[in-house]
C-alpha cells in the first residue's frame, strides 16, 4: 500500500481560529507520515502480525482530509468525550482535542476529555511531545492511556460521544464491545481503512451491520474507506 498525496476535499477553514502553530505542526505531521507510508510495499500488508510490527516506529496517521472531516464530525454532534482507540504519535488526537475544546468553550458542559490509548510506549512519548507543542489547553484535555486497551478502558468511562478505531484491525471489534456499553445514544463509531482491509475487518463489520445490531452504519468514500456508525439502541 504505497501512501499518495491525497488532495482534500475539505475546506482549509475547517480549522478556522485554531492557533497558526498547531495547524503548522498538524501539516508537519501529515508530510511525515506520509513519506514513512511511502516506504511500505503493498506484500507488507498481507497479514496482520506483519502490519503489526512494521509500524511500531511508524505514524499510519490517519489522512488529512479524513482528520479534518473527523474534526467537523466531532463538532456536528458537539462531542465532548471522545475514545480514540490507537493513539500512535498522537496526530488524530490533537484533531479530536480541538474539537472537543471548541465544543466546551461553544456550549459548556465541561470538562472535556479526549481518551487515547497506546500500548507502544515510544508512541506514548513521541504523542505526548506533539501535544506540548501544541500547548496547555490541548494536552490539557487528553487522557493518554498506555497498555493493552482491554484493560485500560474498564475504568472511569461514561457517555462517549464517539469512537475512533484506528488500530490492529484484530482488536477492533473487542474495543467496540468494550466501549460499547458505555456509549450514548446516537454515538458515532469511525473506523478507517475499512475498504483496503476489509478482509481483516471481517469479524467487526459483520457485527456492526447485522441486524438489530444497533447501529446503522456506511462506508465513506474516502481514500481505503471509512467507516461510520451510528449507536441507535432499541430501547427496551
Not at 63 to 73: T, V
Not at 188 to 201: E, K, L, P, Q
Request: hydrophobic letters at 40%; a negative charge.
Amino acid at each position: 500500500m504505497a501512501a499518495q498525496a491525497h488532495p482534500s476535499s475539505i475546506p482549509e477553514n475547517t480549522l478556522e481560529g485554531v492557533p497558526a502553530h498547531i495547524v503548522a505542526l498538524l501539516d508537519r505531521l501529515h508530510d511525515e507520515s506520509l513519506k514513512q507510508e511511502a516506504s511500505l510495499r503493498p506484500e507488507d500488508f498481507r497479514n496482520d502480525e506483519t502490519v503489526h510490527d512494521l509500524t511500531r516506529d511508524k505514524f499510519i496517521a490517519l489522512d488529512a482530509d479524513k482528520a479534518r472531516y473527523l474534526y467537523m464530525l466531532c463538532r456536528a454532534i458537539n462531542a465532548k468525550t471522545i475514545v480514540e482507540a490507537g493513539t500512535s504519535f498522537g496526530v488524530s488526537t490533537i484533531y479530536l482535542a480541538l474539537a472537543v475544546l471548541a465544543n466546551v468553550r461553544a456550549t459548556g458542559g465541561g470538562p472535556g476529555r479526549v481518551i487515547g490509548t497506546e500500548h507502544e510506549p515510544t508512541k506514548a512519548a513521541r504523542a505526548r511531545e506533539h501535544w506540548r507543542e501544541c500547548g496547555d489547553d490541548v494536552a490539557g484535555v487528553i487522557d493518554l492511556r498506555e497498555g493493552d486497551l482491554r484493560e485500560t478502558l474498564k475504568q472511569d468511562l461514561e457517555n462517549v460521544d464517539l469512537l475512533l478505531l484506528d488500530i490492529w484491525t484484530p482488536m477492533a471489534l473487542p474495543t467496540l464491545k468494550l466501549v460499547q456499553p458505555k456509549m450514548r445514544y446516537g454515538a458515532v463509531v469511525i473506523a478507517d481503512n475499512t475498504i483496503s482491509a476489509a478482509s481483516s475487518y471481517k469479524d467487526f463489520l459483520e457485527y456492526i451491520r447485522a441486524p438489530n445490531s444497533g447501529f446503522i452504519s456506511q462506508t465513506l468514500p474516502f481514500h481505503n474507506g471509512l467507516e461510520m456508525s451510528i449507536y441507535l439502541p432499541q430501547k427496551n
